[in-house]
């Protein structure tokens, strides 16, 4: 099976079999955001709860392969307790880890700052075993699901607090 | 009729011959109902023609531009011929696939023929172009879209037939579902549109390629399939409709070809089906498509039936007893006579993608996914399946590599 450890590692098994922070929250106070894959019908549902601009509590819902379940999973207990600016700033090293393929096979060409491959990431902690799905360019969209889905409920939580001041 | 030779024929497709697993095995290539292999006979063709005839159709008056229309025309009889259209020359328009015919459809007649108020009857079981086109005529006149619904022993349900088709002015139905492998009996559904005054238009995308479809003998009054899931090229599809329809309807797409005269206040159009046909034609893939025809006539249709409903018996009969309880079937069961050769399923409770991407490498092609069937499979209660499906060219041994790749599958992910 060539190839297949370097997607499915230990971790991301891991993961999968116990994903952590699984569940709902109460919406209000919390947001909730549903990500989708067309590709392969996983669905994501990402509920953020701030306090003083920071994720005080975070569940995932949703169905979906290893990858994007366990991708959430991770993604969740590393959000959680994080400032909003720094939720942002890994979202954008997450990104940037799956765009150097993305690239190589021309892809959207964002995060250009590391278009020379295998530069190891830093700061991601366990999040860096999700590098071996860069490997099978069909699969990037299921590891970033639920970044992009955390990404539009940043926003939308941002642009509420916006909304809120003027009001 | 003689039984065909799965392995003499994978000879004849160069992709199955050359193509090698990383351990140097042969590729196991069950994703025909998603877009089939072509035999060099096929490629010939079309390279054919580019080396010796290419020039634009219906334009030039010089000798190989008329040769070119000639081969073209041919093409689109012989298509019409293979499902048996009454009027092969006027009655085969070429598109760039099925969901462009069935999106022609929904438009030139939805949009120009279809009274308001009338409904469009649908079913559970349509694949997204046979349920988009009508969705977008809803989203913009109101048309009413109604659905028939699938049993629980994946048939369609057409015990409220009579009740959904009043006030139709629409049937649409597939022919074969591209998930289920349901062949669906189109006659009483034909009888009731017809008695209603609906007009049925027949999703034949996956019945076309495996079974003998004969489109005066079903009764509908279009028919729309597609060329690369029958051995031909990509960017050829086909619509058959009635000469009488297809004549009152506006046209769908404008440009060069279709027209008869413009002026710069208007315009008049050609004759069918050319009215439906915009701008320089796939002209290429036409022929290969009728070389794909030529081809499926020589192995005999009544043939590749046969195959494939002895192979799909024996599929569902060997998953079925190695794995139990571990292997979940979406379809009616291997004793269905019509049952097409596409088997979905599900695998212990492990993710069909994550599934597919194992079996990959084992070398076995499938499937994962929705497979443009959301509603579907919302009503199997999934969101999405594995499925292997069968062609001319799969044998028992593809099977087999199927069923072992799975056994791998359960052990890496324990």
Redesign the interface.
Known sequence: ????ED??REII?DHYRSPRNRGELPVPPAQRVEGFNP?????VVVFLEFADGVVKDVKIAG?????S?SSASMMSAAVKGKSIEEARQLISSFKAMMSIHEQAIGGDGSDGERAEANIPPDGLGELAALQGVVK?PV?IK?ATLSWNTLAQALDEATAGVAADGAA | MEELDPVALRKEFPLLETRRRPDGKRLVYLDSASSSQRPYQVLEAMDTYYSTTHANVHRGVYAIAEEATRQFEEARAKVGRFVGAPNPATEIVFTKNATEALNLVAHSYGRGRLGMGKAVLLTEMEHHANLVPWLMLAGERGTELRYLPITDSYQLDLSDLDKLVDGAGVVAVSAMSNVLGTVNDLRPIVEAAHAAGAVVVVDASQLVPHRVVDVAAIGADFVAFTGHKMLGPTGIGVLWGREGLLEEMPPFLGGGEMIRDVRLDGFTTNDIPWKFEAGTPPIAEAIGLGAAVDYLESVGREAIAAHERALTYQAIELLTDRHGDDIRIFGPGPDDPNRGGVISFAYRDIHPHDLAQVLDSSGVCVRAGHHCAKPLMRRLGVSATARASLYLYNDEEDVTALSDALAKAGEFFG
């Open positions: 099976m060539s190839g297949l997607l499915y098994l590709l392969c019908g996983d669905e169905q979906g392969c290893s990858i379940q099978f699969r299921c």
